[in-house]
């Protein structure tokens, strides 16, 4: 598949574009995720790993947890994508609030 084309299918998710949002705070754990998006663990790390998987964010493991922040370097698209998303203050993520 089109890499292109596998980020415009990442960023076709309100779920996802959530996510997006809250990491342009900073990086955020994936423990905060669960409770922004009010689904399970593993139906995050689902919408996490479509993301990786495109490209559009990267992983960091310390310890059992996993940290996830918005790739450096994106194609013009996704970033235009992107910068209309407004940083969500209210969703506990970025920075040192991880929960866990």
Known sequence: MDL??????????KN???L???MKNGEVCVCDFVEVLGISQ?????Q??????????LE????TWKYYRIAEQLSPIVEAVIN??????????GGNTCSC
């Not at 292109?4 to 998710?13: G, I, R, S, V």
């Not at 996490?48 to 964010?57: E, R, Y």
Request: with cysteine.
């Open 48 to 57: 996490l790993k479509k993301l990786k998987d495109a490209g559009i964010i």
């Open 20 to 22: 997006l949002a809250c």
């Open 60 to 63: 960091r493991k310390k310890g």
């Open 42 to 46: 593993p139906a995050v790390s689902q």
């Open 16 to 18: 996802r574009l959530t």
């Open 84 to 93: 209309q998303l407004e940083a969500d203050d209210g969703c506990r993520c």
């Open 4 to 13: 292109l084309e596998q980020q415009l299918k990442a960023l076709a998710d």
